[in-house]
């Protein structure tokens, strides 16, 4: 216990937050964008805490760095542009990537880079870094609700810190000892029981706050790579680049056997669960029968095709017995591709029957090809 946060014996990952949230309101250490619940909490003093970077050897040494897009690490991302180095900034919640490149106009001030390292310098003076990329990354700082002198970390609960980490070994862009930095205020910093680290947290190797430069000497290792069994159907759907990214690991001869496919194999090899599943099934109205017709393929493995047409997988689905409440879309409107022009089915017939826009198709066989 420190800075004023008290934890009870046994606390979770979310009553630390929870803790540190209330406790950064309550002392009016809070500063914009609040309140600071949920969030990657800004503090005052933040960006005297991000001057402490000048003092590393590890950010005088680094070319390119990897900066969270959070306001507490706005002064650390301006500090990184007026030193002309390289600076990247995750994708707001991996939507559309992984990286955005900041690029000053030629001969920026100190004030137009200060608008740089804001969320409207990000959207007007980045673009984008493609896997193809060969992106390398020399220094990582990410945000953290709460931190450990040893190096355990505690982010916001979403997993975007982590997974972006864990994509970055996946291409290539960062190595087992690329140093990771935290930017904290001091109340911030807590014993944290090592129980509560999961085996795809990130952990750090330097704590920088208002009044301290901690370095950790963190020995525990950090990810190695995407967890595929911990990726979900759900969590491949808003990140697009996961699913190029699981392509690729595919063709390398990886494992990337996700969550729920784990769960089905589970369910699979359970026959107590299984009949009760069938039975289950048979008492639900037949909304629709899925056949293939160039073969007895599992429907989720397409999201790992590049080209259908090119991967003997899945051309022709059909999709019968539908019932009359049951409204349709344009066929044209149920294939979502990705990058790669692979499509997911599971979104096919969610988004066919979410529909009610569309004119109604009674008791209809409906017939897509992919193009």
């Known amino acids: 216990m420190e800075g004023g946060v008290r934890l009870r014996a046994g606390a979770t ?16 250490l809070a500063d914009f964008p609040r309140p600071v619940h949920r969030r990657i909490p800004n503090f005052k003093g933040s960006s005297h805490a991000a001057t402490r970077l000048l003092g590393l050897q590890e ?32 994708t707001p919640r991996l939507r559309t990537g992984l990286f955005n490149k900041i690029i000053p106009p030629p001969g920026a001030t100190k004030e137009i880079l200060r ?90 190797d330097y704590i920088l706050t208002p009044t301290r430069t901690i370095k950790t000497d963190c020995k525990r290792p950090k ?51 299984s009949n009760e599943k069938a039975t289950a099934e048979s008492t639900i109205p037949k909304t629709a029968i899925v056949l293939a017709q160039t073969g007895q393929h599992h429907v989720e493995s397409d999201s790992l095709s590049p080209r259908l047409e090119e991967s003997n997988m899945i051309t022709t689905v059909y999709v019968g017995n539908i019932p009359p409440s049951v409204r349709l879309c344009k066929p044209s409107g149920f294939v979502q591709t990705d990058d790669r022009g692979a499509f ?5 017939l969610k988004k066919s029957i979410a529909s009610t826009s569309c004119k109604a198709i009674n008791n209809a066989t409906a017939l897509w090809r992919s193009c």
């Open 59 to 90: 950010f005088k040494a680094a070319n390119t760095v990897k900066i969270n897009p959070d306001a507490p690490q706005k002064n650390a991302r301006f500090l990184t542009l007026e030193a002309r180095k390289t600076l990247l900034v995750p």
């Open 115 to 204: 608008i740089c390292a804001t969320s409207q310098g990000i959207k007007e003076y980045s673009v984008p870094v493609g896997l193809d990329g060969k992106a390398r990354v020399d220094l990582v700082v990410v945000g953290s609700v709460a931190v450990s002198e040893k190096g355990w970390r505690i982010g916001k609960g979403e997993g975007y810190a982590d997974m972006e980490y864990a994509m970055m070994v996946s291409m290539g862009a960062v190595q087992e000892d690329t140093p990771v930095v935290t930017i904290v205020h001091d109340c911030q910093v807590l014993d944290i029981a090592e129980e509560l680290l999961d085996d795809h947290d990130v952990t750090v």
């Open 13 to 28: 990952k979310w009553d630390v937050r929870q803790k540190v949230w209330d406790h950064l309101e309550a002392s009016g």
């Open 223 to 273: 990810p190695q790579g995407i967890l595929w069994h911990k990726v979900s159907y759900e969590m491949l759907e808003k990140i697009p680049i996961l699913k190029s990214l699981r392509y690729r690991e595919k063709q390398a001869g990886k494992d990337v056997t996700l969550q729920d496919e784990h769960s089905d194999l589970a369910n699979a090899n359970t026959p107590a669960v």
């Open 344 to 348: 997911s089915l599971k979104e096919v």
